[in-house]
């Protein structure tokens, strides 16, 4: 290591300045609501003037556990991170208002964190993955005069087409005995029964969703399930990964796409419940896009292509701060 690397690594590590350096980088926002103020969860990882990243989990209603793989590959590139636990979620606050379970309140939540964490159109990094990534396709479409660079990863710019490649894609490959008992399952309102989820993830989750035994599962993950929220996953996206049939149902901003001009990383996984073919078209259709495929991934490809998923977007984050980036499809050979 240099002497410039050298400072440069004392100054991520250093928090002495920071408001938060009590609390080991954890603070508490405020978030004005219809029905009221309500505190989310933060917590910074690191310092860097050009390079902040505020890290959008899935779900909805899931946690920011989901990204802890990102300990073992943003500190060592110098990148400043945002973990965060969105209204409703585990380390939030957790209020009984379904009304507030709706995607312009969350935009408008994110917009809230922005400020308070002081994040601009010269360091912020948008991530968002699964409904974060939809999450953060709202607020650029919305807010992207903030933004110095957007991630979409392992998410369809349309649910009706996420649905028509599950039912016309994923579904066929599936035993259809055991499909058919999950759709009956399902027309009996009986998803919230055990029997649900066992069939679900041997036969569908471990193929689609993270590609291990689940018994197996790194422990954030686990974590993350574990508190998941289904007040708001339920109503929002539906029982399960299999399809969407929530409020999302017809959710659709492909005819947007277009109007998002901020350099923008798309990634998606041969094996996602996400058509990749869409996620690469996506990466074109935005004005200044970037696709990365992750050939051995799933829909937690941060985790089953671990080295593609953090060496791609690593090296977008760079070179959009150096001013370099183009679209760049990775064939899907």
Known sequence: MNRDDAIARADYLDYSSRDEVLSGGVKLIPIETPK???????????????????LLHGGPGATHECFEAFDSYFPAAGIEYYYYDQLGSYYSDQPDEPDLWELPRFVDEVEQVRLALRLNDANFYLFGQSWGGVLALEYALKYQEHLKALVISNVMASIPRYNEYAEKVLMPEMD????????????AGETDTPRYMELLVPHYYQHHFLRM?????????????KHL???????LWGPSELRGSGKLLDWDCTADLARIKVPT???GARYDTMDPGHMEWMAAAVRHGRYLFCPNGSHMAMYDDQ??????????????????FGFEAVPRA
Not at 41 to 50: A, E, L, Q
Not at 229 to 235: A, D, E, S
Not at 307 to 324: E, K
Request: proline share 7%; charged share 30%.
């Open 36 to 54: 009221g103020t309500f505190r989310v969860w933060t917590k910074r990882i690191g310092n860097h003037p050009r390079l902040k990243v505020l």
């Open 176 to 187: 259809q005995s055991v499909l058919g008992e999950i759709k009956r399952i399902e027309a």
């Open 213 to 225: 035994a689940a018994d197996e599962w790194p422990d954030p993950l686990k974590r993350a399930f």
């Open 229 to 235: 929220n289904p007040k708001i996953y339920v109503p």
């Open 265 to 267: 990383l798309v990634i």
């Open 307 to 324: 080295q593609t998923y953090f060496r791609g977007l690593i090296q977008f984050i760079r070179d959009v701060d150096a001013g370099r």
